[in-house]
């Protein structure tokens, strides 16, 4: 049905960037709400940042001036750009993404999720 691919994660030092793209695939007929969360070992999965279809934007208190969401509507990819990295950001980074799709003749929503990519932030 729908697959959601992540890369870019990695090994950064504290201060430093990474950019994190998310592709979905599939019978695509439209992605509403794209999102990021992470999970850092011992503690729940939380939403990192969100963008609507619309690019209306939210972000976590504590990524805030820090990580930058954004998307291609055309390419179904959404990005999380990550600056001044610090050591608590490291985690289990996960994308997220509401879908429309077809099945057969029908249009069918659903939350899907991606594998995870790991960023670790260490000097």
């Known amino acids: 049905q729908v697959q959601l691919v992540e890369s870019g994660g990695g090994l950064v030092q504290p201060g430093g960037s990474l950019r994190l793209s998310c592709t979905a695939s599939?019978?695509?007929?439209?992605?509403?709400?794209m999102g990021w969360y992470r999970q850092a070992p011992g503690k729940e999965r939380e939403l990192v940042a969100a963008?609507?279809?619309?690019?209306?934007?939210n972000y976590a208190d504590s990524v805030k001036g820090r990580f930058t969401i954004s998307r291609d509507n055309a390419k179904n990819t959404v990005y999380l750009q990550m600056n001044s990295l610090e050591p608590e950001d490291t985690a289990v980074y996960y994308c997220?993404?509401?879908?429309?799709?077809?099945?057969?003749?029908?249009?069918?929503?659903?939350?899907?999720w991606g594998q995870g990519t790991q960023v670790t932030v260490s000097s």
């Open positions: 997220n993404a509401d879908v429309q799709y077809y099945l057969s003749i029908y249009r069918r929503q659903g939350v899907y």
């Open positions: 599939g019978n695509i007929a439209r992605i509403n709400t």
């Open positions: 963008i609507s279809s619309d690019h209306s934007t």
